[in-house]
Every structure is written in structure tokens, then in C-alpha cells.
């Protein structure tokens, strides 16, 4: 069993091809969904970022409520690279820019035999820069983000040159070569999760 599975926070089907969307060009994801398992019936249990994870990870409800909430996974529950691991022995990677979903205790890594944060997202503190100006593109009442934590985002992205310097590129060049160091395994689970195309939505312009 070799699966790879690719999470990308709020993507929406209906702007792929794959999805019978004419109007917007994806043509490296269409090329993709063209080898891979396609879910064209299937119904999530939750929408938001750190709840849909508990969704994929779990496969189940939060305690004593019919959906997950916006909290992390417990010492106790069991994830599915830990029943991968337990009842098959196959190893898990993720790799994931998604802050919140691995930042502040939340640990949504629980059960995977290795992984990657490739950080900077949102207000991860991963950088100081007192270059880097407090400006806002809009009135800042409009950006839902604090000031303080607004200038974190941009001292995060102040230096960014080429594409690969963008968080999902980043991330996807840390699952490729992982990847490339373990396609010959018989078996493994890749878990590939970006933050984008997310707010503030800001795709490499080159």
C-alpha cells in the first residue's frame, strides 16, 4: 500500500478541472486527479481548518459531540497512522505549513513515524525583522488578523525571491524529496497538508 494524501485548506473543487470547472486553468491538477483516486460523492464532517484535520486524522467525532471541534487530538485517541502502524506496520511521513494544526500543542502529528513543519504561516513566530515595516493593504479593521500578529505575516513573507520560497511550493518540494528517498518502500502514507490557497491569498506573482 503506497497512498499520498494531498489536503490543501480552502481549495475549492468546483475551481478545478478535474471538478468540471471550464473556467479556471488547472492543468497540474488535472493531470494528477487524472492518476489518482478521485472523490466526486464525498461529504466532509467538518469545515474549518483545525476541525476537518481531527476529520481526516480520526475518522470520527469529537467526544460526546456528533462533529469536531476547534481543538487538537487527545493523548488518548487514536489516529489513523497509528492504526497503520499497529495493525500493518506502515510507516507515515507529513510533511504541512498549516500552523495551527501542529503549533500550541494541538498534535496533529500524533502517530506519524516522522515529520515536517515547514513553518511561517499566518503568525508563526519563526522570524524577527526590524526592517520589515507594519503596513496594511486595506483598513485594518478589514484584516482579521491583530497588528501585532499582521506583522508577523509580513516579516514571515518580506523576503521572498522565487516561487520556491512561497509556503505551499516549499512544502511540496519537502514531500517530493522525501518521496524520492522512499518511493521504494512496499508500503508507506505521505501526508501533504498546505495552509494555501488561504487567506490573505497571495500566490507568487514573478
Request: include cysteine; hydrophobic fraction near 40%.
Amino acid at each position: 500500500m503506497k497512498v499520498i494524501l494531498i489536503v490543501a485548506d480552502t481549495l475549492r473543487r468546483d475551481h478545478l478541472g478535474a471538478y468540471g470547472n471550464t473556467w479556471i486553468h488547472t492543468p497540474n491538477l488535472d493531470a494528477l486527479a487524472a492518476k489518482a483516486a478521485v472523490f466526486d460523492q464525498h461529504y466532509i464532517g467538518s469545515f474549518p481548518t483545525v476541525p476537518n484535520r481531527r476529520d481526516v486524522l480520526l475518522g470520527l467525532g469529537d467526544k460526546g459531540h456528533p462533529f469536531n471541534r476547534w481543538r487538537g487530538i487527545d493523548h488518548d485517541e487514536v489516529t489513523l497512522p497509528e492504526r497503520l502502524r499497529e495493525e500493518k506496520d506502515i510507516p507515515s511521513m507529513m510533511v504541512t505549513d498549516v500552523a495551527n494544526t501542529v503549533s500550541d500543542g494541538r498534535n496533529m502529528y500524533k502517530g506519524f513515524s516522522a515529520w515536517a513543519w515547514n513553518r511561517g504561516q499566518e503568525g508563526d513566530p519563526c522570524w524577527l525583522d526590524d526592517g520589515v515595516p507594519l503596513e496594511f493593504p486595506v483598513e485594518p479593521e478589514m484584516i482579521r488578523y491583530s497588528a501585532e500578529t499582521w506583522h508577523q505575516v509580513l516579516i514571515n513573507r518580506a523576503h521572498r525571491q522565487v516561487e520556491a520560497d512561497w509556503f505551499a511550493p516549499r512544502t511540496y518540494s519537502i514531500a517530493i524529496e522525501w518521496l524520492e528517498r522512499n518511493y521504494t518502500r512496499e508500503n508507506f502514507f505521505l501526508y501533504i497538508d498546505t495552509f494555501d490557497p488561504h487567506e490573505p491569498w497571495d500566490p507568487p506573482v514573478l
